[in-house]
């Protein structure tokens, strides 16, 4: 199983470049979501989706916009970046649409190292 | 609003001995998951433990267990006969039942396991 697939796996961009990172999960996971992981602050989750069609904001959401078409992808775009969107970037999903007392296991992908010059 | 706080940045243990890293965390909800997250070097985050907050007995999962203290917010994990497999990056989770598919990670801790 591929499980959660990400892609680019390292990316530098301009400052005010745009650039979308993809997200595929192949487990047929309602919940999907995006974190960003800097030195020393833990992950921080920026957008999720607890379906397709559903989007919410996390903590960490300006700068970023995300869509969900298909229950299989959630892709994260950056319109504009900017130095201070240098992180790495993870990708997450499980197998619940957030159904209290049935709260799965996360399922991550390998992250995506993205550096804003 | 959800914190969570992990104090201790660095640890190490010998190999086959056990150590416990702590986790604090902040919460007004009543009903919550915590969890232990591992983050090898590989960067691949990985399920190591979950507690349901409503649950008084700890979970246990092989070598690993948790000491879920719910009046004091503290959530440690006990790693015994530690394993260079177990050198790694910790995380401490909380998830809120109203809050519920926001996950709020701590800062957290690396774990050297010296041979």
């Known amino acids: 199983n591929a499980g959660v697939t990400q892609t680019p796996k390292f990316q530098v961009l301009k400052t005010g470049q745009s650039m979308t990172l993809q997200c595929a999960q192949d487990?047929?996971?309602?919940?999907m979501s995006w974190y960003r992981q800097d030195p020393g602050m833990g992950l921080r989750l920026i957008h999720y989706s607890v379906g397709a069609g559903i989007t919410d904001q996390g903590e960490v959401p300006n700068g970023y916009n995300v869509s969900r078409s298909t229950t299989e992808d959630f892709p994260l775009r950056l319109l504009s970046a900017a130095p201070s969107q240098t992180s790495v970037y993870f990708c997450a999903s499980r197998p619940t649409s957030g159904s209290w007392g049935d709260t799965g296991e996360l399922f991550f992908g390998e992250g995506s190292r993205l550096t804003v010059l | 609003a959800q914190t969570v706080t992990q104090s201790q940045p660095e640890m190490s243990v010998q190999e086959a001995e056990t150590v416990t890293l702590s986790c604090t965390y902040d919460?007004?909800?009543?009903?919550?998951?915590l969890f232990w997250y591992k983050q090898p070097p590989s960067r691949q985050m990985i399920l190591v433990i979950r507690q349901e907050a409503y649950k008084q007995q700890n979970a246990t999962e092989n070598r690993f267990s948790v000491n879920f203290q719910k009046a004091a917010k503290s959530f440690s994990l006990k790693i015994s006969d530690s394993q260079l497999g177990d050198a790694a990056m910790y995380f401490c989770?909380?998830?809120?039942?109203?809050?519920?598919?926001?996950?709020?990670f701590g800062t957290g801790t690396s774990l050297t396991v010296i041979p």
């Open positions: 919460t007004s909800e009543s009903d919550y998951y």
């Open positions: 487990m047929n996971h309602e919940y």
């Open positions: 989770v909380l998830e809120g039942a109203i809050t519920g598919n926001q996950f709020y």
